[in-house]
DNA sequence: GTTAGGG
DNA sequence: CCCTAAC
């Protein structure tokens, strides 16, 4: 099912810059509720913060591609629309002409697809291994025919100019892990490609190596003695991806339904979990009300830093256990001489496939932060790892390597590594509003994994399935549910897509009688500053329309904009209002033209005459606003 | 579901 | 941006 919603996604022509809504890891309010024993976490609360701003910087700019071509002529006089075009040229001479035509948004048709199939995370080590790239900044991106021809690198912020090979070693021996990922922060970059496919983004091999899990057996190599005590352990990190999906010709966002967290055993960092939305995602809900039932599901986070530190506690413990189980405590010299050492270097981990889209006019920083974004997310969300042995899945983290068959005598091409979806240890959301609460039994085996004494490393259904899609050392990311859905385990490595059915599976661990705090729960939406270009199409539209038609000023100028709902539009003009009746030195944020502001004024004075009256048949004549105007501020015309 | 307005 | 009353 989900790789047929997928196509459908791909296939349906909608085009809007795909700009995820902020993942709730961006809340402030997270970080406000912080106490000191989170402390540990910083490295995720970096991370998050980075994902934060990165989608303030991401809106702002990828704003600019909600341009709104207001050829309609259904109201304004020639006078204001030429006006208009003169003082908005740039901007026009982008837009396709769209004529009489019924009012569209110039970016429809030209907006970007790019499937992300995977990202390759950056080399631990990569700041000794990294070789330069060159600049590959500018990337022409044609709907028609580069579609999805571009490529992202994840890079360790800081190097910037530079990638590298994906690697992510892993050392069981050690303990204290390097995050690659998370204390460096991470940005994207792109490039192109000379080779794609129609709905995925190829990378390059010397940047994606497609899930190649390279898996030296117990060699004492350079790398092992060159980072000693850093060597990674794995992380801990959380992933989440995106999907955007847009169904009945109306755009859709998936939002992070493969919720997948990273585990490590070993290592005692910790990152912090980052508020997230478990479920309520599903294909069948529209997306108002999946907005709605989302902001009521959000109880868990408290519930969920519990359950982190208690996981943190119980991670530092296994730590203890491996060191204790041979290996001490962080003498590199000596780890080669242990014989009973695991060495093994994972190349790269592939992330799930992720939807991208972005409109033409979208500049490159906007498609960097699109994706930096998704991926942030998708890091923050939760994620992890799974082990296979053998192509079986290996649930027990209390066994030894040794006991799981694990160790350097053994081919260690048999083992196997997943990334899954985290939240099978699914907090329970305080949701209880969604009526839909199915009782899949395999949410039992989840839930008995999610409690470690339950947990008796016997195959269950899951392990029986993904042993049938992940047998050998590929890192490619399976989906965890992938079993819950029918169609979308196709051989198919694509088929990435954050799975509504993980939603399914997290909606049913929702107890059914447990109200849902709301006070506590409701979590703002990330704020996202309206730019210049979509204050124009706002003022643009109220002049069209009137101040009392936000669902049409919606539906005419931010049809295609499903994180601005016509409340906020309303409250976008409420606050153009005031930003206009105030003197410059007061406003803040980003300017908007003064010109803008005038008409602000202008067609607030003019509508605020002429309530109703002219509403059915449009806006007013470019004197009558002037008029209006005049009369308001008490001058006469 | 929309609109209007206070917070 | 949220919430809610009113329609």
């Known amino acids: 099912m989900v790789f047929k919603r997928k196509l459908d996604c791909v296939s349906v022509g909608f085009d809007y810059p795909n700009i995820p809504r902020a993942p709730r890891s961006c809340r402030r309010k997270v970080f406000n509720k912080r106490t000191d024993d989170d ?21 702002s700019s990828s ?58 995370f ?19 991106v044609g709907c028609e025919t580069n579609n999805g021809n571009c490529d992202f690198h994840v890079k360790s912020e800081g190097i910037t100019g530079e990638t590298g090979d994906v690697n992510v070693n892993t050392g069981f021996e050690q303990g204290e892990a390097t995050d690659a990922l998370g204390d460096g922060g991470l940005i994207t970059d792109t490039c192109n490609l000379e080779d794609t496919t129609a709905l995925g983004v190829q990378f390059p091999k010397s940047v994606c190596v497609d899930g190649d899990l390279k898996l030296p057996s117990c060699v004492n ?39 997948q967290r990273i585990r490590k055993s070993l290592s005692s960092r910790y990152w912090k979990q980052v508020p997230k939305d478990f479920g309520h995602n599903r294909a069948d809900v529209g997306v108002k009300a999946l907005y709605r039932k989302r902001r009521s599901c959000y109880g868990y986070n408290a519930w969920q830093r519990e359950t982190i530190y208690k996981r943190r506690r119980s991670s530092d413990r296994s730590s203890v256990v491996t060191s204790d189980g041979g290996l001490s405590s962080g003498s590199v010299s000596k780890l080669p001489e242990k014989r009973d050492a695991v060495k093994l270097s994972i ?23 699109t994706v930096m974004e998704a991926v942030s ?24 390597l040794t006991q799981t068959g694990i160790s350097c005598d053994e081919n260690l091409s048999n083992l196997g590594f997943t990334l899954e979806p985290g939240p099978s240890k699914v907090p329970v959301p305080l949701c209880s509003e969604d009526p839909v609460v199915p009782t899949d039994p395999i949410n039992l085996s989840e839930r008995s994994e999610a409690s470690p004494t339950l947990d008796s490393g016997i195959p269950n259904a899951d392990d029986m399935i993904n042993s049938g899609d992940i047998v050998d050392n590929n890192l490619e990311l399976v989906p965890y549910q992938s079993d819950l859905s029918v169609d979308e385990h196709s051989s198919d490595s694509r088929a990435l897509v954050p799975v509504p059915a993980l939603e399914v599976k997290a909606l049913a661990i929702v107890p059914l009688n447990q109200k849902p705090k709301r006070t506590e729960l409701a979590q703002r939406r990330t704020r996202r500053p309206f730019s210049v270009t979509e204050v124009e199409a706002l003022v643009q539209a109220v002049e069209e329309l009137g101040t009392g038609r936000w669902r049409d000023v919606k539906l005419r100028a931010f049809e295609n904009a499903d994180h601005r709902t016509y409340v906020d539009l309303k409250d976008k003009w409420k606050t153009l209002v005031h930003t206009a009746s105030i003197s410059p030195q007061q406003r ?17 004075g003019y509508w605020s005459q002429h309530q109703g009256k002219h509403q059915a048949r449009g806006a007013p004549k470019d004197q009558d606003m002037n008029r209006s105007r005049a009369l308001e501020s008490g001058v006469s015309v």
């Open 122 to 140: 950056p080399d631990n080590d990569g700041i000794l291994e990294r070789t330069p790239m060159s600049d590959y900044k500018k990337i022409p």
């Open 39 to 59: 402390n540990q976490m910083c490295g995720m609360d970096l991370l998050a913060s980075l994902a934060g701003k990165l989608l303030q910087e991401c809106e």
């Open 63 to 120: 704003a600019s591609s909600n341009a709104f071509e207001g050829n309609n002529h259904e109201n304004f006089s020639k006078e204001m629309k030429q006006e208009q075009e003169e003082k908005y040229k740039p901007f026009k001479s982008e837009s396709s002409d769209l004529g009489n035509s019924v009012s569209r948004p110039a970016y429809e048709n030209t907006s970007e697809k790019c499937v992300v199939n995977s990202f390759s």
């Open 347 to 369: 190349k790269s981990f592939k992330i799930p496939e992720l939807f991208i889209e972005v409109p033409e006019t979208a500049t490159v920083g906007s498609l960097k932060r």
């Open 377 to 400: 997310v998708l890091l923050s969300g939760g994620i992890r790892v799974g082990v296979l042995v053998h192509g079986k899945k290996v649930r027990d983290d209390r066994k030894t």
């Open 588 to 604: 803040r944020g980003e300017p908007v033209p003064q010109e803008l502001l005038d008409r602000v004024l202008r067609a607030y």
């Open 221 to 259: 190599n350079g790398s092992f003695a060159r980072h000693g005590n850093h060597t990674n352990l794995g992380r801990d990190d959380d992933e989440k991806l995106y999907s955007y999906h847009k169904l009945s010709n109306k755009f859709k966002s998936y939002r992070s339904p493969t919720i």
